[in-house]
């Protein structure tokens, strides 16, 4: 299936842990993201990756860093995590130059406890 | 500054009944809009794509109209099926811009 996967769906985890979420897309886009949808549903721009170069970084602290190790894979790596970190993270990925919308992934709900 | 409100917030309507969503933008200068439609605990899928000389599409129950001129989009949605329930965004890009502008949704229900 052609489709922008990530993992894992679901993350539970105290205060302090460092933890990752990775997403991969088989559609050939030369663009990937990350956005996180608050308990309100907005969803907000944190990072983006052109080719495998970081084109957006929001102020998002950081303790969050993205790895892009090649256009088809993009990471999210957070560090000492905190209650506020909450959310819904979702990859998507577009193909800038045709302008196409995006293809999201189905998200990862992180839980801060 | 590029903004995106959409209303109502949220919705609730009965079963085969039709509704129409609104999104305001100020966008400028503005490439294309679309309407995403997120089902709960899934990503956001595209139901239209309208650029500056388009002013009606359909895509099945959905239809979307567009007025660059008061830079006001609508999502009218017909005969409206339980499976129409989510939360509905307004996606606006700017020419040359990486990012577009999200709106902050309307979320529907529709009651049997």
């Known amino acids: 299936d052609t489709a922008v996967s990530q993992t894992p769906k679901y993350l539970v985890t105290q205060m302090g842990n460092d933890k990752s979420i990775k997403c991969e897309q088989n559609l050939g886009h030369d663009t990937m993201y990350w956005y996180k949808q608050d308990s309100k549903k907005f969803l907000k721009i944190m990072f983006s990756y052109n080719n495998k170069e970081l084109i957006i970084n929001e102020t998002v602290p950081n303790r969050f860093s993205p790895k892009s190790p090649d256009k088809a894979h993009l990471n999210l790596h957070i560090n000492s995590l905190e209650l506020g970190d909450s959310a819904v993270y979702f990859c998507a990925s577009s193909q800038v130059r045709q302008g196409d919308g995006y293809t999201f992934g189905s998200g990862t709900r992180l839980t801060v406890v | 500054k590029n903004q995106v409100e959409q209303s109502p917030q949220s919705l609730i309507i009965l079963e085969g009944k039709n509704c129409t969503l609104q999104?305001?933008?100020?966008?400028?200068?503005?490439?294309?809009l679309r309407w995403y439609k997120q089902d709960t605990g899934r990503g956001p899928v595209s139901l239209t794509i309208m650029t500056f000389s388009e002013n009606t599409k359909s895509n099945g129950r959905y239809t979307a109209t567009l007025d660059a001129d008061t830079k006001q989009s609508s999502l009218h949605i017909t005969a409206s099926q339980l499976s129409d329930s989510a939360s509905y965004i307004c996606?606006?890009?700017?020419?040359?811009?990486?990012?577009?502008?999200f709106g902050r949704g309307t979320s529907l229900i529709v009651h049997p």
């Open positions: 996606v606006v890009s700017g020419r040359g811009s990486y990012i577009p502008t």
């Open positions: 999104c305001n933008y100020t966008v400028s200068p503005f490439s294309n």
